[in-house]
């Protein structure tokens, strides 16, 4: 354990860096705005939709979380729509993770999974090369992408996909997005939350 708690020079700065804290004040408080207008976005991609969705799901129910220690960094998140129980779960989250990147992801578990899996290999051509991936983590709650991460979901990868799902009893598919490669518009967010959402519609609808 270390006991050596001195700051060092570059993290007294930091420290007295009033300017900095106001701006990460101010900076949350957008990315809750811009999830709050993501959330009335998606609210009529819900409406007149046969969701196969587990017994007691309410398109309804939504939630924002924010906190401080995703691997260390802040995070923002809207859950919408959201219907966890330890059996089963079915989640679009929408997850702004500070110095990483946006992640729209599908999250499902439980005895509805063999048909969302159904689902995705007898309509991949509506969910493929459409910038989604699979995540390939044994948790649900892993947030990074990349080698080893995710798998891209493409027209050639099908059978690689197929191979990483199988006997699973749940699964996760995201969009990740690095912040570097949106603009200063809040519309980005909101466009790409919609579009990702638009695209795993076909796994878990009828």
């Known amino acids: 354990m270390n006991t050596n708690n001195s700051l060092t020079a570059d993290e007294w700065r930091v420290f007295a860096d009033h300017d900095f804290f106001l701006k990460k004040a101010a900076i949350s408080l957008k990315l809750k ?13 819900l409406v007149d939709r046969q969701l196969i969705a587990p017994k007691g799901f309410d398109p309804e ?13 802040p995070y923002q998140y809207l859950d919408f729509p959201r219907y966890y129980t330890r059996q089963d779960k079915l989640a679009f989250r929408s997850l702004c993770w500070w110095g990483h990147h946006l992640v729209f992801a599908l999250i499902v578990e439980g005895p509805l999974v063999k048909q969302y899996r159904l689902n995705l290999f007898n309509r991949y051509a509506e969910v493929s090369d459409r910038q989604l991936s699979l995540c390939l983590s044994s948790s649900l709650w892993e947030w990074k992408s990349g080698p080893g991460f995710t798998l891209d979901i493409t027209h050639h990868r099908r059978s690689e996909i197929a191979a990483a799902l199988d006997r699973r009893t749940f699964f996760k598919i995201a969009r990740c997005i690095p912040i570097q490669n949106l603009d200063t518009d809040s519309n980005a967010i909101i466009t790409a939350g919609v579009t990702s959402f638009q695209s795993m519609l076909p796994i878990i609808t009828r």
């Open 33 to 45: 705005r811009t999830l709050e207008q993501l959330h009335v976005a998606l609210q009529p991609e």
């Open 61 to 73: 129910v939504f939630q924002f979380v924010k906190g401080e220690h995703l691997e260390s960094c």
